[in-house]
C-alpha cells in the first residue's frame, strides 16, 4: 500500500480532501514554511508550524469542474508519531487525525519520526460533475498515493495513483451518488408500503360488506 494516502469526500455544499503522508515527504514537495521543528518544541507547540504548512500547501492544490477552478483552502493539519499512524480509511477518520492532538505534551522527535495529516477544503459540491485535482509541487518522481473516493461519506473507489506535478488527478462520480441511492430505496418502500395499506384496507372493506 500507498506511504501516501489521498481521501476525496464530495458532498451537496463542499469537495474535501485529507492528506496522510511522511512529514519528509511534505517539507520537499511543497517550497516554503519548513516542517521541521524547533529544538525541544512539544506537539501543541508545533501544530501553528504544521498549520502554517497546509495553508502554504493548499495555495498549490487547484480543483477544476467544467465550469471553474478553485484553489483549496486548508481547515486543519497536525503532526503525529509515524510509527504509531492513527486510522485514516474513512473522512470520519481523516477528519479526527487532522484535528485531534493525542500527545500535546510529548516532545516532538526529528521530522522522520513524523507523519502529516491535513485536511483541505473547496466549494465544490457533488452536483458539479468530473473533478479534477491537481497537486503543484515537486513530488519524488513516481510517488504512489493510495487514493479513496467517497461520495456523501460512502466509499465508491480506492485505487492507487501516481501523484506528478500538474499532472491532474481525474475523479468522475457515479451516475447516482449513494445519497441518491438511498433516496430511491426509501422512495420504493413508500410505495410499497403504501401499496400494502391499500390492500389490507380494501381487503377490510370487502369483510364489513359481507357482514
Known amino acids: 500500500m500507498a506511504d501516501v494516502t489521498l481521501i476525496v469526500n464530495r458532498n451537496a455544499a463542499v469537495t474535501t480532501l485529507y492528506l496522510s503522508a511522511p512529514a519528509p515527504v ?7 514554511p ?8 512539544t506537539f501543541a507547540e508545533a501544530q ?5 504548512a497546509a495553508q502554504h500547501m493548499a495555495d498549490h492544490i ?6 471553474n477552478i478553485s484553489v483549496a483552502r486548508t481547515t486543519s493539519a497536525l503532526l503525529h508519531i509515524s510509527d504509531d499512524p492513527l486510522r485514516f480509511s474513512t473522512p470520519f477518520e481523516a477528519s479526527i487525525s487532522t484535528a485531534l492532538c493525542t500527545t500535546p505534551d510529548r516532545q516532538l522527535p526529528s521530522l522522520g519520526d513524523l507523519r502529516f495529516y491535513g485536511a483541505f477544503v473547496a466549494d465544490i459540491p457533488f452536483e458539479a460533475g468530473p473533478l479534477a485535482v491537481s497537486f503543484n509541487g ?6 504512489a498515493v493510495d487514493l479513496l473516493y467517497f461520495e456523501r461519506g ?3 473507489s480506492r485505487r492507487s495513483h501516481d501523484l506528478i506535478a500538474g499532472d491532474p488527478i481525474q475523479i468522475s462520480p457515479t451516475q447516482s451518488g449513494p445519497g441518491r441511492t438511498a433516496l430511491w430505496i426509501a422512495l420504493i418502500s413508500g410505495f410499497v408500503l403504501v401499496a400494502a395499506l391499500s390492500r389490507r384496507l380494501a381487503m377490510t372493506q370487502v ?4 357482514i
Do not use: I, Q, Y
Open 138 to 143: 515537486p513530488f519524488p518522481e513516481n510517488m
Open 34 to 41: 519548513a516542517l521541521e521543528p524547533p529544538e525541544g518544541a
Open 62 to 67: 487547484t480543483l477544476n469542474t467544467a465550469e
Open 48 to 52: 501553528r508550524l504544521a498549520r502554517d
Open 207 to 210: 369483510k364489513c360488506s359481507e
Open 26 to 32: 511534505m517539507s520537499e514537495a511543497f517550497a516554503g
Open 154 to 156: 460512502a466509499l465508491v
